[in-house]
């Protein structure tokens, strides 16, 4: 069974420039988290979907930061325009429930670096 | 969700038990300790996952304390590629949604 997958692994862009980055979390998982790590920095939670609908989206930095998740099925984020500050490596999540003793499976990230 | 506190780094000897404390003691009674490991740059791997009786699965042992304020992975015989971040994390879920903290963790080093 295929795992979290990410798209692209790596990202450069200019500042100002758009980018979208995908996730496809594990068949059948209704839970899609987004997460991220920002150089030296914790990683931190950005937003929660239950199928298509955001269930929280409290991490979410501003309002240059969009996530969809049409269909229930992947996920895309897209940061427009993208800043300097935005740089950091941007992880995926699912899980098959939301409960205190379920297991959330990461993806392998997306390095987005802009300059 | 409660703070955790973990030492920065440790090392241990490659075939030797690596053990990895927490301390969790704001933990509430809902909330479940969890164990996530980053290797490298890849993305957090789950480990294991506890509530208050002590677990055990494949890859690692959990063992909580009785007043649940604390914890400790243990890897029963490390190798090299264990060597990584260790996140220790508390989080509470019923009916609820996950919203996962993780702090700086324990960076594990296996030692040849």
């Known amino acids: 069974e295929a795992g979290v997958t990410q798209f692209p692994s790596h990202s450069v862009i200019e500042k100002g420039q758009t980018v979208t980055l995908r996730c496809d979390p594990i068949?059948?998982?209704?839970?899609l988290y987004w997460y991220r790590r920002v150089m030296g920095k914790e990683i931190k939670f950005l937003l929660h979907f239950v199928k298509e609908s955001k269930q929280d989206e409290s991490g979410m930095p501003n309002n240059r930061f969009l996530a969809e998740r049409t269909g229930g099925t992947y996920s895309t984020l897209k940061v427009q325009p993208a800043e300097l500050e935005d740089s950091g490596v941007y992880f995926c999540?699912?899980?098959?429930?939301?409960?205190?003793?379920?297991?959330?499976?990461f993806g392998q990230g997306t390095r987005l670096t802009v300059v | 969700d409660a703070k955790t506190t973990q030492p920065p780094s440790m090392d241990c000897a490659e075939g030797r038990a690596a053990n990895l404390p927490c301390n969790h003691s704001t933990i509430s009674g809902n909330e479940y300790v969890y164990w996530y490991r980053q290797i490298h740059s890849q993305g957090p791997q789950y480990i294991i996952h506890g509530l208050k009786n002590n677990e055990t699965n494949e890859m690692a042992s959990l063992i909580i304390t009785e007043d649940r304020k604390s914890s400790t992975l243990i890897l029963p015989h490390a190798t090299l590629r264990d060597t990584a971040v260790y996140y220790c994390?508390?989080?509470?879920?019923?009916?609820?949604?996950?919203?996962?903290?993780f702090g700086t963790g324990t960076k594990l080093q296996v030692i040849p």
């Open positions: 994390i508390v989080r509470t879920g019923l009916g609820g949604y996950q919203k996962v903290t």
């Open positions: 068949s059948g998982h209704d839970n």
């Open positions: 999540a699912s899980s098959q429930a939301d409960l205190g003793n379920t297991e959330a499976f």
